[in-house]
Nanobody, 113 residues
Framework: QVQLVESGGGLVQVGGSLRLSCAASGSIFSINAMGWGRQAPGKQRELVATIAPGGSTNYADSVKGRFTISRDNAKNTLYLQMNSLKPEDTGVYYC???????WGQGTQVTVSS
């Protein structure tokens, strides 16, 4: 059973930074494509960043150049470095295992102006 536990969310001012972490278990982390999604209030969940087992990455246009997804296979941990945060980045951020379609419980990110 794949388990994903996010941490690192919080309240930050516009232009600030946050680093999210996702601890993964229940599968061979290093061979799974992983991603981060977010859900803003009143909107559907969207995938904002993905990373392949080999390390190649993709980003939604809305976060490109500001967010960086990375992984530490030795620690079974996924990261999302978020810089230059904007109010529209506010939402619940979820870690996802793209191979199994599993999602974590989410961590709240609030960007205040």
């Amino acid at each position: 059973q794949v388990q994903l536990v996010e941490s690192g969310g919080g309240l930050v001012q516009v232009g600030g930074s946050l680093r999210l972490s996702c601890a993964a278990s229940g599968s061979i982390f290093s061979i799974n494509a992983m991603g981060w999604g977010r859900q803003a209030p009143g909107k559907q969940r969207e995938l904002v960043a993905t990373i392949a087992p080999g390390g190649s990455t993709n980003y939604a246009d809305s976060v490109k150049g500001r967010f960086t997804i990375s992984r530490d296979n030795a620690k079974n941990t996924l990261y999302l470095q978020m810089n230059s945060l904007k109010p529209e980045d506010t939402g619940v951020y979820y870690c996802t295992n793209l191979r199994f379609g599993s999602w974590g419980q989410g961590t709240q990110v609030t960007v205040s102006s």
